[in-house]
């Protein structure tokens, strides 16, 4: 399945390392079935905030995407970039072409229905344990304290 590495580059800077940075990054990605679906472009922040600017990339799978990360190749060239910009780097695996969000709300809500009620009869076990056991200390110090009466100490 298709898979995503974000970089969220808070601190874009121009510098001569930067640019070196982005000449070679590309031989680095073409090995792993890398390409650009967004660089640099500028963000149009609809909710929270989102200082500087995303890069996005699309590998065929998220073993090409860490095997890019991990090469030799791109851990030669990164600190070109990460001494100069401020960021995070992640990956993420994408949704297949049939990826339908409602079945998805639908198992969620199925799973978290079954937790809660789980939960609730734990709760309820818990509950009741405790108040047998109250009980049973209250019961056991009631005898004792009858016997001891009855024992005249």
Do not use: C
Not at 70 to 98: K, M, N
Not at 121 to 143: E, F, P, Q, S, V
């Amino acid at each position: 399945m298709t898979a995503y590495a974000l970089a969220h580059l808070r601190t874009p800077t121009a510098h001569d390392d930067v640019f070196v940075y982005i000449e070679r990054i590309q031989d680095t990605m073409d090995p792993y079935g890398g390409k650009f679906l967004v660089h640099g472009a500028q963000v149009e922040v609809l909710e929270g905030e989102w200082p500087g600017t995303v890069v996005i990339l699309e590998f065929p799978d998220v073993e090409a995407a860490r095997g890019w990360y991990a090469s030799p190749a791109y851990q030669e060239i990164l600190p070109l970039r990460t001494r100069h910009i401020e960021g995070d780097t992640l990956i993420v695996p994408g949704v297949g072409p049939d990826y339908d969000a409602r079945a998805t709300a639908a198992a969620l809500r199925t799973t978290t229905t079954e937790a809660l009620r789980s939960t609730t009869t734990t709760t309820t076990t818990t509950t009741t344990a405790t108040a047998a056991l109250r009980t049973a200390t209250t019961t056991a110090a009631l005898r004792a304290a009858a016997t001891a009466t009855k024992n005249g100490t």
